[in-house]
């Protein structure tokens, strides 16, 4: 008896778990059918790249198939650290720039006017307002944003922070389009009566939305420009980010610098002021204030060289 029980629950389980599995399969194809953006178009894999490789990853658009995830991550494996070796020479190359350009205003006004740390404020100046707020006007037109909205979007995008709450739209805005999808009339169509296998064909209700073909041509434009927005965003990033440690860096050894110049004059008081009461303990002092001076000299030689110019 115990023994039907329990062979007639695992049939009925069987039973359960393969309808399960068929209702999975149909509600997939009901949202995906009942969702306006649901195909992968040429700009919207280009924008997906993006995201891969500069590792923001807002989640939106991902892969579906087997195939697709293994495709991902090799894409991941490779283009992430070449996205990085690439961030990474356009932020030396602009810090290059900047310091010619320091050298060559400065040389044709004959004096030392310009120094690095105006030129840094500068191009992080024209940064914020080429990379944050230009496109965040540009966003607030496409995307119908507020202008808090897209400046929102703009920072957490170039800091790769990347929530995924606010992301470019997938499809030119509706009012532009000669047929709008209609997901309730699509949803409505697909599960009244219920399907009870897997729908193949898709209703003439969950049409995609259509626009002109002029309409589609420019988005796919804005959507490209969208992705090197981000490359050139995240490079500007970099930069300010490398400036940032190179101003951390020579603040400490600065501190380092008058640190030790503290010790050595404090030293050299003690010594001029007797302290020491034998010769060979001035002997020793004296010794002992060359090697301090000789030790820190190359400190002192960085510092008066460099000028916050690596």
């Avoid at 949202?31 to 700009?43: E, F, G, H």
């Avoid at 070796?85 to 050298?103: R, Y």
């Avoid at 965040?136 to 995008?157: D, H, R």
């Avoid at 697909?190 to 193949?200: F, K, N």
Wanted: with cysteine; charged share 15%; aromatic share 10%.
């Amino acid at each position: 008896m115990l023994l039907d029980t329990v062979e007639f629950s695992l049939v009925n389980y069987g039973e359960l778990a393969s309808s399960c599995y068929r209702l999975k399969k149909n509600l997939i194809f009901v949202l995906n059918c009942c969702a306006s953006n649901w195909d992968w178009s040429m700009d919207n894999t280009i924008l997906f790249m993006g995201t891969v490789a500069t590792t923001i990853g807002y989640g939106h658009l991902v892969p579906g198939t087997f195939a697709g995830r293994v495709i991902c991550v090799f894409l991941a494996v490779f283009a992430v650290p070449l996205f990085a070796i690439l961030v990474q020479s356009i932020s030396n190359l602009i810090d290059k720039k900047l310091i010619t350009i320091m050298t060559i205003i400065n040389t044709m006004l004959n004096r030392q006017i310009i120094q690095i740390h105006t030129m840094q404020m500068i191009y992080f100046a024209c940064g914020v307002v080429f990379f944050i707020f230009l496109p965040s006007f540009i966003f607030t037109q496409i995307e119908e944003w507020s202008m808090l909205e897209a400046v929102y979007f703009c920072t957490i995008t170039l800091t790769k922070i990347g929530f995924g709450d606010y992301v470019p739209r997938m499809s030119p805005p509706e009012r532009l389009a000669i047929y709008v999808h209609n997901s309730t009339a699509c949803l409505n169509e697909l599960i009244v009566p219920a399907p009870t296998g897997v729908t193949d064909s898709m209703p003439d209700k969950c049409e995609k939305s259509v626009w002109p073909r002029n309409v589609t041509m420019l988005f796919a434009i804005y959507r490209i420009g969208v992705f090197f927005w981000m490359i050139l965003g995240l490079s500007f990033t970099g930069t300010v980010i490398t400036m940032m440690v190179k101003g951390l860096n020579n603040v400490i050894r600065g501190t380092a610098k008058m640190k030790n110049s503290m010790a050595i004059l404090l030293r050299s008081t003690a010594i001029l002021a007797g302290h020491s009461t034998t010769p060979r303990e001035t002997a020793l002092s004296k010794d002992s204030l060359e090697i301090d001076v000789h030790s820190n000299k190359h400190i002192v030689d960085e510092l008066s060289d460099e000028e916050w110019v690596d």
